[in-house]
């Protein structure tokens, strides 16, 4: 599908942590994608000398859901986090759509680990509800999240209703009350033992450059052969 440009109308905005929001909107034509891809949405006069500017988003949203979702983080002075912070339902933007390969490959009898970090798990929440995943679902499924704090897991509803899927959020500066693990995405799957199903398994990777290149190693010394490692790096 070749990239198009949508004209679209937000229709809601929650905040779904201290420093994430999801924002819904509807194109006012058909605006088809795959699970996992992600639209460009175009920030009006925020570049040089007044000029358009394009930052890229995740889909968390399946294709089948009448809205479009987005999950963002808000980052101070970035202008795309702070323009689409601004928008309320009634309002208006402009996105191009869609982009990328990174999508969700359904193949018989293997197992599937997502690993993000923070709002890396987008584009999973968008695999993990289309239609072609609940027809074509992987013999188990295992998604691993990595925030700083407790209050900043996403999706935990999402992922633990979906069956045969186990959801681990990774907390690396987790309270006292905090009951699950402590440490980094990193640091869980290096605990892993040799029970793990690392040789029947598809690893799905996003969030930054750092963390994926230091799982990737891992995986690598597992016995992981690299085309079942697949890889979306987010940049800020």
């Not at 006069?45 to 988003?57: I, K, N, Q």
């Not at 970035?78 to 912070?85: A, F, N």
């Not at 490959?105 to 709002?119: D, S």
């Amino acid at each position: 599908m070749k990239p198009t440009e949508f004209q679209c109308q937000i229709k809601s905005f929650k905040q779904l942590t201290p420093t994430v929001f999801e924002t819904a909107f509807e194109a006012h034509q058909p605006l088809p994608f795959n699970a996992g891809q992600f639209v460009s949405v175009i920030i009006p006069g925020a570049g040089p000398s007044g000029r358009d500017l394009r930052r890229a988003y995740s889909i968390a949203s399946p294709p089948e859901a009448q809205s479009i979702e987005l999950c963002v983080k808000v980052v101070e002075d970035g202008p795309g986090t702070q323009y689409l912070y601004s928008l309320r339902p009634g309002d208006q933007l402009r996105a191009m759509a869609p982009y990328g390969t990174f999508v969700y490959e359904h193949k018989p009898g293997r197992n599937i680990c997502f690993v993000a970090t923070g709002t890396g798990i987008a584009p999973f929440r968008s695999m993990a509800l289309s239609q072609n995943f609940q027809q074509n679902p992987p013999a188990r499924g295992f998604c691993l999240l990595g925030v700083r704090t407790e209050d900043e897991i996403l999706y935990a509803e999402t992922f633990g209703s979906i069956p045969n899927m186990e959801f681990i959020p990774a907390v690396s500066r987790a309270t006292e009350n905090w009951k699950g693990f402590r440490g980094r995405v990193t640091d869980y799957l290096r605990g892993l033992d040799g029970s793990f199903p690392w040789l029947e398994t598809e690893f799905y990777l996003c969030g930054h450059g750092g963390m994926i290149n230091e799982i990737k190693t891992l995986l690598l010394e597992r016995g992981v052969q690299k085309h079942s490692i697949h890889q979306e790096i987010y940049y800020k």
